[in-house]
Each structure stands twice: as C-alpha cells, then as structure tokens.
C-alpha cells in the first residue's frame, strides 16, 4: 500500500490559538503536517514553542512550504499581507482572526478561498447554522453569548486579568470592552445576510435563554430580517453560540416532544467554543473539498464602527484600536455611516480633531497612514459608491 502523503499546513501566528493548534495537529491528525510557523519575533528568542525548527520569518517560506495557511496572528495588516501572498501562489487559508474578516475580508475573499475556522464564536455559529438548516430550521437569530462587558475598562484591571488567563492585554481588553463581540456579530451577519437591530446590538442581559432568544426572535420578525445580537448571561455558563429559529407548522407537535417546547421560536445551542482545538475540523473541510465555512462575504452590509472611550485632543495618537484604551468597536450598517473609520484601521494614528467620550470617528478627524489595508477598504468603499450610484441610476431609468 502506497504512503499517505500528508498535507502540509502553515501557520502565521505564535501566539496562545498557534500554540495550541499545533500542539493538537502533531498529536491527533496524522494526516497533517505542520510545515512553516510565521513569526515577526526573533527565532532565537523563541526557546518554548511546541514546533521551533518550523518558525521562520519568512512569508515566502512559509507559503512555499505549505499546502494550505492557518492565519491566526490576531494582526489585520500582517495576516492581510499573508493572505495575498498565499492566494497569489493559488493556496486556501483559514483564519482565526474575525478582526481581519471585517476589515480587509471582503477584497480577499474574491480573490481566493478564505474561512473562518470553527472553534471561534463566528466558525461555531456557521457549524450550528449548516446543522440548523439541514434539519429544515429558518434562523432568525445569530447569537452570542458574553460573559462580561465593560466598556471602558481600566488598564489597571486589563493587566490583572491578561496576566490571570495567560492571553496579552489587547486581546484582554477587546474581548472585555465589547469589541470583540461586535466584530464577530457583524462577521456573522456578513457571511449569512443578516442585519442588526440597532448600532451596537441590543446586548441582553440574560437569566434564561430562552426567554431572552424570544424577545430576539421578536425583534428579528418585526424588521423582517435576520439579526445577529448577543446575551450576557447570569445564572448560566456563557462558553456557546445559540440560534434562533423558526420551523414548518406541521412539524411543531414532533419538535414539542423532541423537547424543544411548542415554538413558535426554537432554540438551537451550543454551550462551548473550542477555539483552537476545533480549527483542525475546518482544515479538514477545505483540504477535502469542503469549501468556505464563514466568511465576512464580498457584499458586506455591517461594518464595526471605531467610538471614542474618553476626550481626546487634536494631535494625540490612537496607538491601537482593537484592544486599546482610547476605543472600541460597535457594530453599524454601513450605508447609514459611509464616513466611519473602521477600528481594525487604527494604529498608530494621529488625531486632527478633538473627540468626545461616545463620539463615531470618521476620516476627517484622523490623520491616516498609508497601508496595504487602508488601499483595500478606500477600493470596498470606491466600488460601494459606484454599485449604489449605479442602482440609483437604473431605478430612475425604469422610472422613465
């Protein structure tokens, strides 16, 4: 019998997900190989990593020796010059990285095959979604589940609770501030056509889900249109992803005594999120030919706005945006707020206005930097402008 030939996967990132996903491959999946690990560190100065005879700090390296890439830096401008890099070469990435889905995910995902892994809370909702409708469920809900939610946390407590769990401050900071939640939704609502009920989600604090996900479900019918939002849970573990959904009215008396209850809103969860652990699945899936899990679409409707966290003066700098102490994220329609920075842009920017706590940034008060991202989100917005002007004028031709 001929040797199975293993598939060489590449990763970019050496942070706690790359750990562990490695960690995972070399022991559970001897199918793959980890071939190349991308790191902006210097190697010698990386003497605990699982697999250190693959780091390199070569994207080139790193995409001629893989067959498939795992972007998962948590970093917007790097993973999007990785990922152009491995679509020009013609290879599939996955990423665990929804900051770059709502930012620059939009331009990359029509120009080659790119998904966000199950495992994260966007992945976990698509997983849920796939089973949901294979069943003959309608989602009406896309939900999260948060477990606390400050908005404009201390950087006192940020280094408390970094060092506690074992993850960096700006991850700390933008999962406790809301940021993360938000640009997760809108990944969500971006990749299955849903809408928000209001900028910013309505965020329920929750002590039953089921009463919450009908209220949720109410919102979605009275729009008309599917909703992504989020609980924060009190009485109940806050690990999962849950949907919403409706289902034929001939099935009711069977999903009544398959212990739904009698609807007409069902509720589907999932009470865990894996992260890591559950990435090698959706390897897996585009390896075999499974195709695209999630990802952020090439019509995006939903952006994550960049809000102010306190007063700020002209000439100060917004060192980090994701994860930072000057803003946070809050998800919006797009075509109600054309001039809004999107927050994965922000880094290292200087302001040419002054701001107020709770104040949308827009592009007038900011001074840019060039960058590969902000050449892609001024070609979305560019070809967002011709497409709407364009509807424009053949509503008014077929008016004639």
Not at 98 to 111: D, I, K, N, P
Not at 196 to 212: A, V
Request: net charge negative; hydrophobic share 40%; proline share 5%.
């Amino acid at each position: 019998m001929a040797a199975t030939t293993l598939k060489r996967v590449g990763v970019s990132g050496t942070g706690m997900i790359s750990r562990c996903f490695i960690r995972l491959i070399m022991k559970h999946y001897p199918d793959l190989q980890i071939s190349r690990v991308l790191t902006r560190r210097g190697i010698d100065a990386i003497d605990d990593f699982p697999l250190r005879e693959a780091l390199t700090n070569s994207i080139d390296d790193l995409v001629e020796h893989s067959d498939l890439i795992v972007e998962c830096s948590g970093d917007v401008f790097l993973g999007t010059q990785v990922i152009e890099r491995a679509f020009e070469t013609g290879l599939p990435v996955v990423t665990v990285n929804a900051e770059l889905q709502v930012t620059t995910g939009s331009w990359l995902a029509g120009r080659g095959l790119l998904t966000e892994a199950e495992g994260d809370q966007p992945g976990s909702l698509a997983a849920l979604h796939e089973d949901a409708v294979q069943m003959g469920f309608k989602p009406l809900v896309y939900g999260n589940m948060k477990g606390y939610l400050e908005h404009n946390p201390t950087r006192e407590n940020m280094l408390y609770w970094s060092k506690r769990q074992g993850i960096s401050i700006d991850q700390t900071t933008s999962f406790t501030d809301g940021t993360k939640v938000q640009i997760e939704q809108a990944v969500v609502g971006n990749g299955f056509g849903a809408g928000i009920s209001r900028p910013g989600l309505e965020g329920l604090p929750s002590t039953d889900l089921n009463r919450s996900a009908n209220v949720l479900g109410l919102i979605a019918e009275n729009i008309g249109q599917p909703i992504v939002d989020y609980v924060i849970p009190s009485g109940y573990p806050a690990g999962g992803v849950f949907l919403v959904c409706r289902h034929d009215e001939v099935q009711a008396p069977a999903i009544e005594y398959f212990k739904l209850g009698a609807g007409p809103y069902y509720v589907l969860s999932r009470p865990f999120h894996l992260c890591s652990l559950e990435v090698g699945k959706t390897v897996r899936r585009v390896l075999g030919g499974g195709g695209v899990l999630l990802n952020n679409s090439t019509e995006p409707t939903l952006g994550v706005a960049a809000i102010a966290k306190r007063e700020m003066k002209p000439g100060e700098t917004i060192v980090r945006g994701i994860g930072g102490f000057d803003v946070r994220g809050e998800a919006i329609r797009l075509a109600e707020e054309p001039d809004h920075v999107p927050i994965g842009l922000l880094r290292n920017t200087v302001l040419k206005r002054a701001l107020e706590p709770g104040q949308m940034i827009t592009f007038d008060d900011i001074e840019v930097q060039p960058s590969r991202v902000l050449d892609i989100i001024l070609n979305q917005r560019q070809r967002a402008s011709s497409a709407d002007a364009l509807a424009v004028k053949t509503y008014n031709r077929a008016a004639l």
